[in-house]
């Protein structure tokens, strides 16, 4: 046990007004008090509905480190349960989706049980008779995460009784996957194909925090979304209207100015979005038929002010991200201090036109592929940023830009693009939701 | 031009593996035709480059950003420069329809893409679908199947 087990005081020390201690990245033991406080604390994203759609159905992913299982019972509910046997604790799947029929059988010893994880049959059951059976943590099936809910197709989870109830953790945030769902003319958001799955070695925080970084785009990506322009401007002299490739890269070298305007929002739990104004979204062609769907969906007005709503990334705490106007989202998945998982999923308005999700998934591809361009200028930030962070002679990070101490008091509010005071409400949150069960 | 013989068809599938392995990238490219693409599949038997993600699926303004890009001097995540190595079966030949100008091989292979201490290894398929213009091969596609396609991976910088 080292400095940081059951020493509230310490891991508070750890955030300070404008940085943050390096063991918040680079600390065994504060890992695993994340797994074990912070990840429980907390709604975390689990999965989306349209993943399983039909009684049975189940999807296999993890939360913190924790294996579990979205699954579609016979009653039309979505349940989250732990995927492990309760009897010798093996996973009862491995494959990433499928369907249990009407009952999960454990492929050890046979036990089975229902989809929503109670318990139905044991082999040879007069084996377990008079041996108080009934008593073990076995007979109660397979564990259920307790806290789940489904907003909008979006199933989060909060495993641990400690902590805000849904709607007071998200709040006003919740606009964001709003915007996401209005977009399609159904109200209706699709799962459309497999991730994209990309490891980093890094903290999987700094993924988080390079979301609401401004100050990067133009120097990180300067070579590759820079020589996308240059490269287009060369084969294609003259040339006004951009191929989508470029129509997506362009904006990454957006100036500061642009940026500084685009705004930030901060929300209460360490929730907070960029591009309030507009954003690097904002300016792709339109799609022939889709404003006209909207339209017949929701009348004139309100489609236009669901269309001009172009938030750049949304970030809820503690690691699940959205891209609105493009219908994609990324889960950071921590598997150590220093590795990360990235998955990318893209999804399928119902009910729009086609070439809408072709742009998400060019955009997916070109962005957050283990292949792209773009990922590997920012990889190569996050690793160095690892090994950096080993220098003893400063162990801090500074989120100091535009800081005004009158914030402390404020968990609202909107401010310039290029502020790092969602960095700053993240690690309060961070701190908070450490320590309230520590 | 006469249509090539199968020795031409594996001869140049073995010549863009080393053009590659030798970072001879504009050479590469003009291996491309104009509308050629260069395709790699997330999916395990994936049909559908468009309305289905891919790993790349780039056509000849993409592979030339890329090519540029690895020679920039503020590209960070190659100071210092991958290298590569490709290991080819030979090629087999899956297809030649004279009459339509298309060819197509199907190559397996293994890939070493490496840079300071780290080295990843890659097994693949590549399929060619090629054909000639004004007497040259040129490449209409390139698909890779990666063998882990849908696996959790590193950053692939280069050119299976």
New interface residues.
Partial sequence: MGQYHGNAAAVRDLVRETKVHRDVYVDQEIFDLEMEHLFANTWIYVGHDSQVPSPGDYFGTSIGKQPVLLVRHTDGEVYVLYNRCPHKGTRITIDTCGNAGKFFRCPYHAWSFKTDGSLLAIPLRKGYEHTGLEESEAYKGIPRVRHVKNYRGFVFAKMSDVGPDFDDYFGESLSSIDNMVDRSPAGRLEV????????FNCNWKMLVENLTDTCHPMV?H???A???V???KK?FPGANKK?P??EI?APFMSSYEAFEKMGIRVWRNGHGHTGVHHSIHSDYSSVPGYFEKMVAAYGEARAKAILDESRHNTSYFPNFTIKGPIQAIRLFKPIAPNRT?AESW?FRLVEAP?QL??RT?TY???IN???S?V???D???YERAQEGLLVDANPWVNIQRLYDPAEMEQETAVVNGTSEWQMRNQFRAWSKFMTMSL | MTAPTDQELIGFVLHEARLIDQHRFEEWLDLFADDGFYWMPLEWGQTDPRLATSLMYEDKLLLRIRVERLKSNRTFSQKPKSRCHHVLQVPQIDKRDEAANEYVTWTPMHYVETRLDEQDLYAAWATHTLTTVDGTLKIKLKRVDLVNCDAALRSIQLFL
């Avoid at chain 1, 459309?192 to 490891?199: I, S, V």
């Fill in positions: 459309a194909g497999a991730p994209l799955r990309h490891t990180a300067e070579s590759s820079g020589t996308a240059e490269v287009w084969m191929p490739a470029v890269f998982l893209t086609e999700l072709e998934i997916s591809r070109l592929a283990p292949t361009v990922a590997h200028d990889l190569e930030m």
